[in-house]
């Protein structure tokens, strides 16, 4: 018998449409010699499966289930690649955890912890990762442009505390951007991170772990064409993505071992892409922890799946049946 997989994307924010495209990815990416994929669709309380004659089919939110020609369709596994809430952020995961269906990413603490910047990076500074001088404001506070610009320093940058995609961010440079830059950030998230720029080299490195083995991919070095990795770098070709990263034996080395001390110090699943700026004397900065990585057929952790000479519908397929070796 082959298992029924949910492919679960959409969510509540921007990334919406990311999402969509990471799913496509991994519809592509599993085996479907032996895994039945249906992508599930969420925004809101519209939640669908998508049938193979392009229909869509209502999901039972009572136990993650449809009908499809008169039978009910339940599934054994879900993969969880929603950017933002209600996937990244530990909700979905509870609701999982609660009907005893497996999935592809870290529980409900490690996602609601990485899902939001400041705390992820001040729970990793404990751990003696290296984080940029940051400051945390909640909805309805705000700071003054001469804090800012004593404690984090000119330029910096102003970005919402949880999300991704670069939605809401700002490099700001001059004292009349700081207040403009903080409220778009609010447009996005109730709460808002200013924080220190670091001049670098930033590189982004993969890791998934299983019973039978720990695997850290190849480092990409992203080199933007903007001010920054903005959502046209990202995502419209506006970068130059270079795997492996022009760095140092040694310094690949130790970037590949902290990806994986992160991974355990989180209690990480799943794949998980950690974000770095390495700044002068080869200083590796932590800038983010992403729990549910894009997974079109042109992000990070595909590349680096190639680049490492692996399949990566081996890699689905390990993800998916790790889950099935350690669920209870």
């Known amino acids: 018998m082959k298992r029924t997989i949910a492919i679960v994307c959409g969510g509540d924010t921007s990334e919406f449409e990311v999402s969509l495209r990471s799913a496509q990815g991994i519809y592509s990416f599993i085996d479907k010699e032996k895994y039945t994929l249906y992508i599930v669709e969420m925004k809101g309380l519209d939640w669908h499966a998508q049938l193979p ?21 339940t599934f054994d596994f879900a993969y969880i690649t929603i950017h933002g809430t209600p996937g ?6 509870g609701y999982f955890d609660m009907l005893h269906i497996p999935y592809s990413c870290c529980g409900v603490l490690a996602a609601s912890l990485t899902y939001n910047k400041f705390a992820c990076s001040q729970y990793l500074h404990a751990f003696g990762v290296r984080i940029a001088e940051s400051l945390l404001l909640r909805e309805g506070q705000s700071v003054s442009d001469e804090d800012v610009m004593e404690k984090i320093g000119l330029p910096c940058f102003v970005k919402p505390s949880l999300g991704g995609s670069s939605f809401g961010v700002s ?8 207040q403009p830059a903080i409220a778009k950030a609010f447009e ?3 709460e808002v991170l200013v924080e220190a720029f670091m001049d670098g080299t930033e590189i982004t490195c993969g890791c998934y772990k299983t019973k039978e083995k720990s695997v850290v991919f190849p480092i990409t070095e992203v080199v933007t064409h903007n001010e920054y990795f ?48 390495i700044t002068a004397g080869e200083t590796i900065n932590l800038l983010e922890v992403n729990t549910t990585p894009g997974m079109t057929t042109t992000s990070f952790i595909p590349q680096q799946v190639r680049a490492a000479g692996l399949d990566i519908k081996d890699v689905m397929t390990d993800i998916i049946e790790n889950q099935f070796n350690t669920h209870c």
């Open 53 to 73: 004659d392009g229909n869509k089919a209502p999901i039972d939110r009572n136990d993650f289930s449809f009908q499809l020609d008169g039978r009910k369709v």
């Open 88 to 93: 990244e952020d530990g909700r979905l995961q």
């Open 171 to 178: 490099k700001v440079k001059t004292k009349e951007e700081i």
């Open 188 to 190: 996005e998230a109730q």
């Open 230 to 277: 903005d959502y046209k770098a990202k995502y419209d070709g506006e970068s130059d993505e270079i795997t492996p990263a022009r760095i140092s034996d040694e310094l690949t080395q130790r970037v590949q071992k902290l990806t994986s001390a992160i991974y355990d110090i989180l209690g990480a699943s799943g794949i998980i892409r950690v974000d770095y700026i």
